[in-house]
């Protein structure tokens, strides 16, 4: 679609007075991600094997064709603000402490470790295995803040659009967001 903008005969500018927009017409549920902002309707856990519906709106300033809201079923994707990197380290050194249990939220785990000297060192060693390997996360489930890029990924991406009852797909309900 191309629009045509022109600037009203009583504004003094410079320049040109009309400009040319080309744009793909598109409902708004099919913007790409970074177009529109979603929220989870229930609660998220990370890697999660049933998907969270998440109520969606177009960006402001985007043109897409109505609903500008609707919902999205797809996988939770959020983080504490846990570093794989941190976590990595500290098990590594301070993992006969349980440091690296603490940092991470698993408080219990990481008191009996402290209290075992680590499992006499043989539970350090496996825990800087599988935390250098993202196999132990956060507790909250959330995903760490600067992920291991050499991880296996064992999550799934996917999105399915959810019908929306309220709106008719040929329907038109916010002028300013129709096609010409």
């Not at 744009?23 to 989870?40: F, M, S, V």
């Not at 959330?142 to 999550?155: D, H, L, M, T, V």
Request: positive net charge; proline residues 7%.
């Amino acid at each position: 679609v191309v629009a045509s903008c022109a600037i009203a005969s009583n504004v003094t500018c410079s320049g040109e007075r009309t400009v040319n927009i080309t744009h793909r017409c598109a409902y708004c549920y099919q913007l790409p991600a970074h177009q529109h902002t979603c929220k989870a309707k229930d609660p998220c856990v990370t890697g999660a094997a049933t998907p969270v519906v998440h109520e969606c709106t177009a960006v402001r300033d985007v043109l897409c064709l109505p609903p500008r809201s609707f919902q999205k079923l797809s996988t939770c994707d959020f983080t504490s603000g846990k570093s794989w990197r941190v976590a990595t380290i500290l098990s590594v050194v301070l993992g006969g402490f349980g440091a690296d249990r603490f940092y991470l939220g698993h408080v219990g785990w990481g008191a009996l470790k402290l209290f075992s000297f680590g499992g006499l060192g043989l539970w350090a060693l496996t825990d800087a295995v599988l935390v250098s390997l993202s196999y132990i996360k956060p507790a909250d489930g959330s995903a760490y803040y600067e992920s291991n890029p050499k991880a296996p990924s064992s999550r799934v991406a996917y999105s399915v659009m959810l019908p929306d009852p309220g709106h008719s797909a040929s329907s038109c309900h916010e002028p300013d967001t129709c096609p010409p």
